[in-house]
């Protein structure tokens, strides 16, 4: 998984698994969720993220055991 902030766009990209993305759809306002051709889904765009996502800038991952 690869998560990236973009601060000129203010948009946070989590990307899920690679591939091409053959559909998206705004599943809530400002949210875009991508899929692959098979309708997985492989990313979720998140825009005005600096008002949506508390610390958009940091990232901090956790396995959970």
Do not use: C, W
Request: aromatic fraction near 4%; avoid cysteine.
């Amino acid at each position: 998984m690869k998560v990236v902030y973009d601060p000129h766009t203010d948009t946070l990209t989590m990307e899920l698994r690679p591939g091409p993305v053959a559909e998206s759809d705004e599943g809530k306002p400002g949210v875009i969720l991508d899929y692959d051709a098979e309708g997985n889904l492989v990313g979720i765009e998140i825009l005005d993220a600096s008002r949506r996502v508390p610390e958009a800038r940091r990232v901090d991952f956790q396995v959970a055991v």
